[in-house]
């Protein structure tokens, strides 16, 4: 019988952990970031002639381009909708609230191995709500959902308390940050993004950085001329919007230049997107189309979001992907890049990421009831859509592709055979999901 030497044993032993390490380095890194307040038509790869995003669409010209993302009209509603993959009537109860009860993307990175950080906008504390739940006040919550450490505003502090952008009032990790004039809130969370980035760098991990901007009030930023008059930082004005974009798009560049300089950009998922319609009083333009921001409601200016995916390891060659994306659909597509076996209400959109084969989901879904002001329930609403129609309970029905303001429903006694088939489609749709009140 053979004897193996001791020595034969170790060398054994570093090949198995070197192969180990070799394997865990071999994880996609993950970046999601999602622009407050951001329709597709702010960004210039989506043909906007209203702003400058070089470094957004530099993405987008070495990545994917999805043309058809779908989210909720709101920000609470979308980001319950995204971090879980359900169905606003699954698990949406209070605005500003995200139950402890659900298990979010960041909780499945983090139990795939992923070291996981959220900064930006949390807002699922429920501040609005202190009378009926008992834990707002529980800074450790971003813990609970999974992020092993967080710089958020809004998390336990209310936003009348203090802002987001310049002198902002943040909480990191358990302690409220000094004040600071000087200071603005997105560089802050740029800032440890990139730090946590240069310190997770020989790891897997998970950045999840849901942006404060573009959200109102429209103040300056630190590259407008206003900003170094002090009295004035926190004037509102829609001119300033213009600016807010551009600052958006500087993160951006940040974040790839960083990745780059670490040699991590070929094998990080970096991806960019918007939680729900530019705001209402925000017009752009995309080429000579007017586009009027629409926030809140449930028609496309309210709801057609920015998706680009950038990820140089994988993807080659840039290309549009015309099909419907939803919300629900983030969730299992990070179950899918860490093998994980579980269920959501979305479908994964991975394959199209490594050039796998991908069945396009043929209807997106949305339920939207925002529980949230008057000025804002008033829209609440479901629909049912596919590439060029869409459908709501009471039987309004749209041809998007001549009618995206939604103007002029089509009548049922008008409809061609082909339109018929496509209305009864989306009426079955319907049937697999709770009746709307």
Not at 81 to 94: A, E, L, P, Q, V
Not at 155 to 164: D, N, Q
Not at 186 to 205: N, V
């Given at each position: ?268 998922i970096l991806i960019f997107t918007g939680d ?77 990421l490594i050039g796998g084969e991908h069945q ?43 009618d995206k303001l939604e103007k002029s429903p ?28």
């Amino acid at each position: 019988m053979r004897t193996i030497s001791r020595k034969s044993i170790l060398l054994f032993a570093l090949v198995v952990f070197s192969c180990s390490i070799h394997a865990e380095r071999n994880q996609s890194n993950v970046i999601l970031i999602m622009v407050d307040d951001m329709g597709y038509e702010c960004v210039g790869a989506y043909g906007s002639t209203s702003y400058h995003t070089p470094n957004i669409d530099k993405m987008a010209s070495q990545g994917i381009l999805f043309s058809n993302c779908v989210s909720q009209p709101l920000c609470t509603p979308s980001r319950v909708k995204i971090m879980t993959g359900k169905y606003n009537y699954r698990n949406y109860d209070f605005f500003g609230h995200l139950n402890l009860s659900e298990y979010t993307f960041g909780n499945l990175m983090q139990d795939a191995g992923y070291e996981t950080c959220i900064a930006g906008k949390w807002q699922l504390n429920g501040l609005a709500y202190k009378d009926l739940i008992p834990d707002w006040q529980d800074n450790t919550r971003p813990h609970k959902f999974g992020f092993d450490e967080y710089c958020l505003w809004q998390l336990t502090k209310e936003g009348r308390e203090g802002g987001r952008y310049a002198n902002p009032l943040i909480e990191q990790n358990g302690e409220i940050l000094d004040r600071n004039v000087e200071a603005y809130g997105p560089d802050i969370f740029a800032d440890y993004i990139l730090d946590f980035i240069e310190r997770k760098k020989d790891k897997p991990f998970f950045v999840y950085y849901p942006m404060v901007l573009v959200h109102d009030p429209f103040v300056p930023t630190p590259d407008s001329p206003d900003w170094d008059k002090e009295e004035i930082r926190s004037k509102k004005d829609t001119s300033y919007f213009k600016d807010m974009v551009a600052y958006t798009d500087k993160i951006v560049g940040k974040i790839i230049r960083k990745l780059e300089e670490l040699n991590l950009d070929e094998n990080t998922i970096l991806i960019f997107t918007g939680d729900n319609g530019t705001h209402r009083s925000i017009q752009s333009r995309v080429a000579e189309e007017l586009i009027v921001g629409g926030k809140g409601k449930t028609t496309d200016a309210g709801t057609h979001v920015p998706l680009i995916v950038y990820w140089p390891a994988r993807i080659k060659a840039q290309f549009v992907y015309n099909d419907l994306i939803e919300f629900s659909d983030f969730f299992p597509t990070f179950a899918d890049l860490t093998e994980t076996d579980i269920k959501s209400d979305g479908k994964s959109f991975y394959p199209l990421l490594i050039g796998g084969e991908h069945q396009p989901r043929k209807t997106a879904f949305v339920h939207y009831d925002p529980r949230w002001g008057k000025n804002v329930n008033q829209y609440r609403n479901q629909f049912v859509r596919s590439l060029e129609y869409k459908l709501y309970p009471d039987g309004r029905f749209y041809n998007l592709t001549n009618d995206k303001l939604e103007k002029s429903p089509l009548c049922l006694d008008a409809l061609s055979a082909d339109g018929l088939i496509i209305r009864t489609a989306l009426e079955n749709e319907f049937e697999k999901h709770p009746a709307w009140r």
